[in-house]
């Protein structure tokens, strides 16, 4: 039987989360930069982003970024365009939702930019009360 080696598993490793997070400066974008909001996630460290130009773009994360800041559909992000290819960004940084609200409130995003909601939640408030099926329950 092997000797223990280590002091622990993958979860030591991890670290506790002490909330530094919230304590971080908040970065604005420059320029070739741009705010965008992941749309959906396609894998391999690769997304659907739709940046607040209008255009949407495939978001490529970082390796600085890989597997320690997650990134899922919703979140408000910076990206850095590519000159020598328009239609695709690189993932600079993640915004906390307090983060993207104070970008908001600064007027970095405009006032239809949605904080934590994901393409499924914007297409359900984009229906409306269109939830009658034709049953009524009265005439039964």
Known sequence: MPKPKGKGGKNRRRGKGDGEESKRELEFKEDGQEYAQVVRMLGNGRCECFCYDGVTRLGHIRGKMRKKVWVTAGDIVLVGKRDFQDEKVDILHKYSADEARNLKQYGELPETARINETAVD????????????????DDI
């Open 122 to 137: 914007q297409a359900m408030a984009g229906d409306g009360d269109d939830d009658d099926i034709g049953i009524d329950f």
